[in-house]
T-cell receptor
Framework: DAKTTQPPSMDCAEGRAANLPCNHS???????VYWYRQIHSQGPQYIIH???NNETNEMASLIITEDRKSSTLILPHATLRDTAVYYC???????????????FGGGTRLMVKP | EAGVAQSPRYKIIEKRQSVAFWCNPI?????LYWYQQILGQGPKLLIQ????????DSQLPKDRFSAERLKGVDSTLKIQPAKLEDSAVYLC?????????????FGPGTRLTVT
């Protein structure tokens, strides 16, 4: 079973920031938070990951709460091309076995509107 | 850098027939994954390879599904015989390896329809 909880859907106006929440209250100390997205008819695409510090790359920012029980993915200026299903996944990063796998939940369907 | 390649992109077969999917991972990636994605759900891992060895196949229905990665590069996933409930998108992904926070790169998938 997925270890994360996400709202099933969200809307965002084009050009505004999209803030996607994720709850992972049972996260372990050796588990990272990963975000992937899946645009219609494509394979999932990696966005960003983090352990406990906030992270930023060219696609998004990841804010992780101090207790690590929740996080928020921020798309600073959403465009229509950002319409997709966004998956928040917790995963043991330094596993040499099956713990390395990604377990996808239902994700959040983000609709960016003009 | 070339991405993960998969073929065919679409396949329609009748139940009880067999089908095979092919995956070519990103060059140099040691770990290869096959996922099944049923419509409206997130992908579910079927099998994971490290080079040419199986790391995890606990969720692979072994009575009808098989997969191999003989030379540690390309991989083939086979279904024989297919059932109606096997209709799904089959995704292949690869990553640099185990033992690190490596992201997985996904191919476009093969959409299988079993009639």
């Amino acid at each position: 079973d997925a270890k994360t909880t996400q709202p099933p859907s969200m809307d965002c106006a084009e050009g505004r920031a999209a803030n996607l929440p994720c709850n992972h209250s049972t996260i372990s100390g050796n588990e990272y938070v990963y975000w992937y997205r899946q645009i219609h008819s494509q394979g999932p695409q990696y966005i960003i990951h983090g352990l406990k510090n906030n992270e930023t790359n060219e696609m998004a920012s990841l804010i992780i709460t101090e207790d690590r029980k929740s996080s928020t993915l921020i798309l600073p200026h959403a465009t229509l091309r950002d319409t997709a299903v966004y998956y928040c996944i917790v995963r043991v990063a330094y596993a040499y076995n099956a713990g390395n796998m990604l377990t996808f939940g239902g994700g959040t369907r983000l609709m960016v509107k003009p | 850098e070339a991405g993960v390649a998969q073929s065919p992109r679409y396949k329609i077969i009748e139940k009880r027939q067999s089908v095979a999917f092919w995956c070519n991972p990103i060059s140099g990636h040691a770990t290869l994954y096959w996922y099944q994605q049923i419509l409206g759900q997130g992908p579910k891992l079927l099998i994971q390879f490290q080079n040419n060895g199986v790391v995890d196949d606990s969720q692979l229905p072994k009575d009808r599904f098989s997969a191999e990665r003989l030379k540690g590069v390309d991989s083939t996933l086979k279904i024989q015989p297919a059932k109606l409930e096997d209709s799904a998108v089959y995704l292949c992904a690869s990553s640099q390896g185990l033992g690190g926070p490596y992201e997985q790169y996904f191919g476009p998938g093969t959409r299988l329809t079993v009639t």
